[in-house]
């Protein structure tokens, strides 16, 4: 997709038969596509100029400036892949068509990296030997061996087999979806700690995954022409749905596996929209990011913001959606990450906020933890609500700006509260660094060492042990009986970071609940944790339930604020919202 790989010569020559007639210009000295693919990665042929003959079953001309061609015949060797895709540089005096029985002479080469190129011919010139051939596709019931996918480079497909869709970020922007033989597929370092373990369950979800594209080369194609029907609040096309019935050209771009669809998508199985989660505990509790809420200048101008909405009518959508999320939810106390960072004035991003979720009811109590200014100097920062009638704030706020909170995870807040008859307890909004944007002059274990974590994973392991070492010193002065963490923290559950809040008696409220497989985002086809809730020993104790609501992370863009005219929580951000159930009152 994204734009063409490279441009060639193409040239069509006169003579073309009537279907089902011989092939006259055929000859001997034709290679079997088979020996131009060869058994590996790339060809054996690679840098040579040879002549293969095969039928257009895949026209790409708009999207990628060539067509797929195969073997009208097997070669009888299983590793050998009887498709290859012919460059042309431009638009032909004629454009070839599927069906097209062509002889194409060409040089080999292998477009992309290591063992993740497609083989192609380039500078080619080509005859129509026939037209309307008809070339059926091979039918795929389960996933491949290993190594079955580039035997099958270039081929026409019909995978039969249900395709579960486990990414659709992509879907708006590329016209592409991820897709699973087995289900749901989890990043491994949610699973397992890096290494051995985490690296087999890589290995395992490559084999088990397969992209679908639309052949198209252009970003923002519009509304997937391969939907059977279009996308909408009734078929949402969820992170979970289940595709039966997908036929395309198998190719490898952009460094994975993916089927260029030639035709609709067949049957598809709408996962469901789940209805908000129920906890038990006397007060709740909802750890939420916002998405980049930047409000312009708080008066209606200041758009496009620096990292948010791009127009005062997106960010209105924007609020409202994270209105009703909150709404649905029905905490007590929010945990609020990625605001704006512009102070606690009328006109900030969270007053704002606040203000419009007090207007919308049915509770107007909510009040901001007002911290004067900051926390930290970061663009975007966390932050603190709650309901007056259901917390008592105890003492002032706390934020720590020391290293490496000074540079790269955003300033945590403290702030003590107390419920009812209850004993004093601190909740701490977090949001660590990204994994994202690796530099090349990245400090010592802060580049991607390949082992799952990607970027900055040092600085997110400085920034635990830090979070960990000011908590202790009890930065809020209230002697707290238990304390909870909570947030972005840009790590999924097994990653060092998280690993080394556990050693120091941190504990994961989900596992502590028995939540079976928690996920609060969804990336590269792959679901996992970024945002945690972990409660020290006095607050364990007290936890009634942990859950997340699904109504992002499993969305695609087409139900964001930015493409989407709805107020609902659907796709209110990236991430989902963490809400636990705890009993504080007593």
Not at 7 to 30: I, S
Not at 297 to 309: H, I, Q, S, Y
Not at 311 to 336: F, N
Not at 489 to 497: K, M, S, V
Request: glycine fraction near 12%; aromatic fraction near 6%.
């Amino acid at each position: 997709m994204r734009l063409p790989l490279l441009t060639a010569l193409f040239v069509l020559a006169a003579g073309c038969q009537t279907p089902g007639t011989p092939d006259p210009a055929a000859r001997a000295d034709a290679l079997p596509i088979g020996r131009v693919q060869g058994p590996t990665d790339r060809s054996p042929l690679e840098g040579q100029r040879v002549t293969v003959e095969g039928v257009v079953v895949g026209d790409f001309g708009k999207g990628f400036g060539g067509v797929s061609i195969q073997s009208r015949e097997d070669d009888g060797d299983p590793l050998t892949s009887e498709g290859l895709f012919l460059a042309m540089g431009g638009q032909p005096a004629r454009v070839l068509a599927a069906g097209d029985h062509v002889r194409a002479t060409g040089t080999v080469k292998e477009i992309g990296p290591g063992g993740a190129s497609l083989t192609a011919l380039v500078d080619v010139e080509a005859t129509v030997l026939a037209r309307g051939v008809a070339v059926a596709p091979t039918v795929v019931a389960a996933a491949p061996v290993p190594e079955g996918w580039e035997s099958r480079e270039g081929m026409l497909l019909r995978i039969e087999a249900p395709l579960t869709v486990t990414g659709n970020d992509g879907l708006m922007r590329f016209g592409e979806l991820i897709t699973s033989f087995d289900g749901r597929r989890f990043a491994p370092t949610e699973r397992a700690a890096p290494g051995l373990e985490a690296d087999a369950l890589a290995q395992e979800n490559f084999h088990v995954m397969l992209r679908l594209d639309d052949g198209l080369s252009a970003q923002e194609p519009g509304e997937p022409w391969f939907l059977p029907e279009p996308l909408s609040d009734d078929r949402p096309l969820r992170t979970g749905s289940v595709i039966r019935g997908a036929t395309g050209v198998l190719d490898q771009r952009f460094g994975s596996y993916r089927l260029q669809l030639t035709a609709p998508l067949g049957a598809i199985t709408q996962a469901p929209r789940p209805a908000p989660p129920v906890v038990a505990g006397d007060r709740r509790i909802v750890g939420l990011n916002v998405l980049n809420l930047f409000n312009g200048d708080g008066r209606g101008g200041g758009f496009p913001t620096e990292r948010g909405a791009a127009r005062a009518t997106d960010h209105a959508r924007q609020q409202a959606k994270l209105v009703a999320t909150v709404q649905a939810l029905d905490p007590d106390l929010l945990a609020l990450m990625e605001l704006e960072n512009d102070g606690f004035g009328p006109e900030s991003a969270v007053a704002k906020f606040i203000a419009a979720l007090n207007a919308a009811g049915p509770h107007r109590d909510w009040r901001v933890v007002d911290v004067g200014q900051g926390p930290g100097d970061n663009s975007i920062r966390v932050g603190l609500a709650y309901r007056t009638t259901r917390f008592q704030a105890v003492g002032a706020p706390a934020t720590f700006n020391a290293p490496p909170f000074d540079r790269s995870s955003r300033a945590p807040l403290a702030q003590a509260f107390r419920a009812g008859n209850g004993p004093v307890f601190v909740v701490v909004a977090n949001h660590f660094k990204s994994k994202g944007g690796c530099r090349p002059d990245a400090a010592p274990g802060d580049a991607d060492q390949g082992d799952g974590q990607a970027c900055f994973n040092a600085t997110r392991v400085a920034s635990a042990e830090a979070l960990h070492a000011w908590l202790a010193t009890d930065p809020t002065g209230t002697r707290p009986a238990g304390q909870l963490v909570i947030g972005d923290l840009n790590a999924h559950a097994q990653e060092d970071p998280l690993r080394a809040l556990y050693a120091r008696g941190w504990r994961d409220a989900f596992e502590v609940a028995g939540v079976d497989e928690p996920y609060s985002y969804v990336w590269a086809g792959l679901s996992a944790r970024l945002d945690h809730a972990l409660v020290d020993a006095g607050l364990a104790a007290r936890l009634r339930g942990a859950a997340e609501w699904h109504n992002s992370a499993d969305e695609s863009e087409r139900f964001g604020y930015a493409r989407d005219d709805d107020t609902d929580p659907w796709r209110a951000s990236d991430h989902d919202p963490v809400l636990l159930g705890l009993d504080l009152a007593r």
